[in-house]
T-cell receptor
Framework: DTGVSQDPRHKITKRGQNVTFRCDPISEHNRLYWYRQTLGQGPEFLTYFQNEAQLEKSRLLSDRFSAERPKGSFSTLEIQRTEQGDSAMYLC????????????FGSGTQLSVL | AQSVTQLGSHVSVSEGALVLLRCNYSSSVPPYLFWYVQYPNQGLQLLLKYTSAATLVKGINGFEAEFKKSETSFHLTKPSAHMSDAAEYFCAVSGNQGAQKLVFGQGTRLTINP
């Protein structure tokens, strides 16, 4: 069990650019979640997958955001035409029935949009 | 709809003193309640969770929380604080035990004074 890993740890980009983040969950976990955390706030749910199917997406999530989990393993989160308001920590988590659905979080990707 | 309010964004206690972190929730369905801890540069870790079994829930590192339906509260306590308890603590609520679409509070930063 190597834990949930996220790449990159930090990303600095200019407004209007596209960015993509990667999450590798714990290998046997079939559920994968994306959350966003801004300074001084708790994490906010964005979307989740069961295997390769995206089952729910937050209504607050702009259509500039898209997530995929093509083979039911790793996932990518892409933000198109970034805005300064997208600056946040993007957290990935995974879970499985075998862990009684306990969420295991990665350390996150810190995005700064200049 | 669900929400969580954590009373006090910063709490400071002396080493050896009682730790009390307050959390009140709102939920239209029977809630599942969680406390997570976030150490600097680490992912969120589950401390404990309430899933309608016992109202007093014991977690890791000596923490416990009591579910009080009449007060809509789920406060976190620890009898004797250690320096290693310094971290950010988040209370969260979910409407089901399965998919962990958690609604988090804004967090409480706990400082331990020597």
């Amino acid at each position: 069990d190597t834990g949930v890993s996220q790449d990159p740890r930090h990303k600095i980009t200019k407004r209007g650019q596209n960015v993509t983040f990667r999450c590798d969950p714990i290998s046997e976990h079939n559920r994968l979640y994306w959350y966003r955390q801004t300074l001084g706030q708790g994490p906010e749910f964005l979307t989740y997958f069961q295997n390769e199917a995206q089952l729910e997406k937050s209504r607050l999530l702009s259509d500039r955001f898209s997530a995929e989990r093509p083979k039911g393993s790793f996932s990518t989160l892409e933000i198109q035409r970034t805005e300064q308001g997208d600056s946040a920590m993007y957290l990935c988590a995974s879970s499985d029935v075998s862990t009684n659905e306990k969420l295991f979080f990665g350390s996150g990707t810190q995005l700064s949009v200049l | 709809a669900q929400s969580v309010t954590q009373l006090g964004s910063h709490v400071s206690v002396s080493e050896g003193a009682l730790v009390l972190l307050r959390c009140n929730y709102s939920s239209s369905v029977p809630p599942y309640l969680f406390w997570y801890v976030q150490y600097p540069n680490q992912g969120l870790q589950l401390l404990l969770k309430y899933t309608s079994a016992a109202t007093l829930v014991k977690g890791i590192n000596g923490f416990e929380a009591e579910f009080k339906k009449s007060e809509t509260s789920f406060h976190l306590t620890k009898p004797s604080a250690h320096m290693s308890d310094a971290a950010e603590y988040f209370c969260a609520v979910s409407g089901n035990q399965g998919a962990q679409k958690l609604v988090f509070g804004q967090g409480t930063r706990l400082t331990i004074n020597p």
